[in-house]
């Protein structure tokens, strides 16, 4: 595990958030903020963070709802937009003018969304298995577990239970890597027992009639046009497809696509396959003027 401090910032409504700040970089070089997808959290970027540790500055948040953030009191503010406005009271209290946004799934949605609000300048971008067009296939599944609770005596039964759930997406992987991300998911309660580490609210936005209808995401990917962008997709990915992903990389001027083999929704983002890719981009953002 990399090293890392704690941060905490308020949003406008009133509520205590958190995220990780791993150090490193230059003076005057962006931050990465790194977002996570619907039911995860910071812990989901350890690994990233270690391998870009001393190089990078690694700023992994926990969206309102999750791990160390505070629920929230209006499980309607479980949306983007919310999202959105929490993410720039981060960039303004640790005043963060230009950072560089990594996104997996509904962390992509916010990335995109951010880049179309401008009030901070992004000076690359990675968008994880999300794009402005989402597969119903995907969409159902997603709806089919989040907000449903599940209790587990130890961590090795949390293990097994997400192996036998989530063994497309993952074919390769062995009970040490399920065990991990058993860890990155659940919490220890204080009775002693494996729960999920997220407020089980954060489904209710999907029960509204006609919640699929937001912001045009075509219109936020189109404000990346101009910056450095990685899209990647799982090979095995049901919530972006493979015509969508090349469609992104043809609507942007400086995109780059990666597709992960044998991985579905989503990649971890330390995948070998990833390791050039990602490499790339940051090298592309640091050759990037800095704005006067």
């Given at each position: 595990m990399a090293a890392y401090e704690n941060r905490y910032w308020w949003s406008v409504d009133g509520l205590r958030l958190h995220a990780r700040d791993?150090?490193?970089?230059?003076?005057?070089?962006?931050?990465?903020?790194?977002?996570?997808?619907?039911?995860?959290?910071a812990r989901d970027f350890d690994a990233l963070a270690a391998r870009l540790a001393g190089a990078w500055r690694v700023i992994a948040v926990d969206f309102r709802g999750r791990a160390e953030s505070a629920y929230a009191k209006d499980p309607m503010t479980y949306v983007p937009l919310s999202y959105v406005q929490?993410?720039?009271?981060?960039?303004?209290?640790?005043?963060?003018?230009?950072?560089?946004?990594?996104?997996?799934?509904?962390g992509g949605i916010v990335a995109m969304l951010l880049a179309g609000a401008g009030r901070a300048?992004?000076?690359?971008?990675?968008?994880?298995?999300?794009?402005?067009?989402i597969e119903p296939r995907g969409l159902a599944r997603i709806r089919?577990?989040?907000?449903?609770?599940?209790?587990?005596?130890?961590?090795?039964?949390?293990?097994r239970s997400i192996a036998d759930t989530n063994a497309d997406i993952y074919?390769?992987?062995e009970i040490e890597d399920w065990l991990a991300m058993a860890k990155r998911l659940y919490r220890l309660n204080s009775a002693g027992r494996i729960v999920l580490d997220y407020d089980l609210k954060i489904a209710e936005p999907f029960?509204?009639?006609?919640?699929?209808?937001?912001?045009?995401?075509?219109a936020a990917l189109?404000?990346?046009?101009?910056?450095?962008?990685?899209?990647?997709?799982?090979?095995?990915?049901d919530l972006l497809s493979a015509a969508t992903a090349e469609r992104m990389v043809a609507a942007l001027d400086r995109a780059e696509l990666a597709t992960v083999p044998g991985v579905g929704h989503a990649p971890t983002l330390v995948e070998v396959a990833l390791h050039d890719p990602i490499d790339r981009l940051l090298a592309r953002v640091m050759q990037e003027p800095v704005p006067a």
């Open positions: 791993y150090p490193g970089g230059r003076e005057g070089q962006p931050p990465i903020l790194c977002m996570p997808g619907l039911t995860r959290n929490d993410m720039e009271a981060l960039l303004a209290t640790l005043s963060i003018d230009r950072y560089v946004a990594f996104g997996t799934s509904l300048s992004v000076a690359g971008a990675l968008l994880n298995d999300v794009g402005p067009d089919g577990y989040v907000g449903k609770g599940s209790v587990f005596p130890t961590w090795m039964h949390a293990a074919p390769d992987w029960r509204v009639p006609g919640a699929e209808t937001g912001p045009d995401m075509w189109s404000s990346l046009r101009d910056v450095p962008t990685l899209v990647v997709r799982g090979g095995r990915s």
